[in-house]
């Protein structure tokens, strides 16, 4: 157990429509990443966040949109879904820049 | 970040060290070797990483060599849950933002 926290596990879903997902860091890590695995790209990352600030910044499609809450949570929004957005959707965290923990991830399927 | 390359796959006998090599020739002097690895479609699992220096934990072991241009992940005792994607990844630690780049790792399958 890595100690970061992803909700939902599972989300079903049709195209056009909007998801939030939600990741709960490490006690005491101020950096929230998203990275997105999918079977023909495999694990890309997609944004950073550090103490509610946007640090970094991947392939992070403009349909997506993330944020980092005040008690350091963050979420990743997906709109207009597409059914190419089926993926697994992974959080890590990190005090600062350094090692990464991961979460279980949320696993997504557009119909 | 400096690329790195490693095998697609590879084999070890349940018991027996499993030995994953990774080329990292452009890797800068302030670039640190990670290895994570994921199993099954489970979240990567952080497993090792240095700098110049040979580390251990209680997973593993990690072998740079003096250039730096290359390193070794060392399972000493695989077993059947060790069977998983490897990836050998190159980052610096310094500021804030940070990133992973994974490749397409080493598929090692530990068999009876």
């Known amino acids: 157990d890595s100690g970061v926290t992803q909700t939902p596990k599972h989300l079903i879903t049709a195209t056009g429509q909007r998801v939030t997902l939600r990741c709960s860091p490490r006690s005491g890590d101020l950096s929230v990443y998203w990275y997105q695995q999918s079977l023909d790209q495999g694990l890309q990352f997609l944004i950073q966040?550090?103490?509610?600030?946007?640090?970094a910044k991947g392939n992070i499609l403009e349909r997506f949109s993330a944020q980092q809450f005040p008690d350091l949570h963050s979420e990743l929004n997906l709109s207009s879904l597409e059914l190419g957005d089926s993926a697994l959707y992974f959080c890590?965290?990190?005090?600062?820049?350094?090692?990464?923990?991961f979460g279980p991830g949320t696993r997504l399927l557009v119909l | 970040d400096a690329k790195t390359t490693q095998p697609p796959s590879m084999d070890c006998a349940e018991g027996r060290a499993a030995n994953l090599p990774c080329n990292h020739s452009?890797?800068?002097?302030?670039?640190?070797v990670y290895w994570y690895r994921q199993i099954h479609s489970q979240g990567p699992q952080y497993i090792i990483h240095?700098?110049?220096n040979n580390e251990t934990n209680e997973m593993a072991s990690l072998i740079i060599t003096e250039d730096r241009k290359s390193s070794t992940l060392i399972l000493p005792h695989a077993t059947l849950r060790d069977t998983a994607v490897y990836y050998c990844i190159v980052k610096t630690n310094t500021g804030t933002a940070s990133k992973l780049t994974f490749g397409t790792g080493t598929r090692l399958q530990v068999t009876l």
């Open positions: 452009t890797i800068s002097g302030n670039e640190y």
């Open positions: 966040y550090y103490n509610g600030e946007e640090r």
């Open positions: 240095g700098l110049k």
């Open positions: 890590a965290s990190s005090p600062r820049g350094e090692t990464q923990y």
